[in-house]
């Protein structure tokens, strides 16, 4: 699928964690996140089909994926997650619409596969504010140690007519993580989609 979104700019974010108030870890925790903003179609109407923004998104997956790689400098994905913000004059649904199931297919073959569901956030809201993308384990939902999150903001974006797409990558689970659950040597089969 090629693109056929108008976009206005790419953002990138990386964090990387040495603690957290504990002993420093041997390897740190990488997190990225990469946002794309995109001029909404339907900015300023109502629309029942939402085609335009789904039938190009495994594009906007593959792309934001990569990306999103490109910044964890050769370590694997272990977490992700997806989200979006509408510009005022648009509606919630134009953002879910652009990380539906073909968007987030196209992601899990872009980090390198992922047996679980993508967990996903998306709101309205004006320029500047921020959105908080959920973060889990990409193979297993259920592993406590991998929920997390990663904080991306533009301050012109989105503009009302615009949608701010993201994806969130990590390397690992919390710094210093320690309430329990699943973990990830213990994870067996394919996690829930």
Partial sequence: ????????????????????GGE???????????????????????????????????????????????LLGGRDVQSYGKG???????????AVACVTSVFGNALRDAVGGGEAWISSVTKIAAAGAPIDIPL??????????????????SADSPKPDEILIVVAVATGGRV?????????????GGGLR
């Fill in 24 to 70: 420093p870890l041997a390897i740190p925790l990488i997190k990225a996140a990469v946002g794309v903003v995109i001029k909404n179609p339907f900015a300023g109407t109502h629309s029942q089909d939402q085609s335009a923004l789904i039938d190009p998104s495994p594009w906007l997956g593959t792309e934001l994926g990569r990306r999103a790689i490109a």
């Fill in 176 to 188: 210093h993580e320690r309430v329990g659950g699943v973990k990830v040597d213990e994870i067996q």
């Fill in 1 to 20: 699928m090629s693109n056929s979104f108008s976009i206005r700019k790419w953002i990138s974010h990386i964090e990387e964690i040495n603690h957290d």
């Fill in 136 to 153: 889990a384990h990409k193979d297993a939902l259920y592993v406590r140690s991998h929920y997390d999150s990663i904080t991306l903001s």
């Fill in 84 to 94: 979006g913000i509408v510009g005022l004059a648009g509606e919630q649904e134009n």
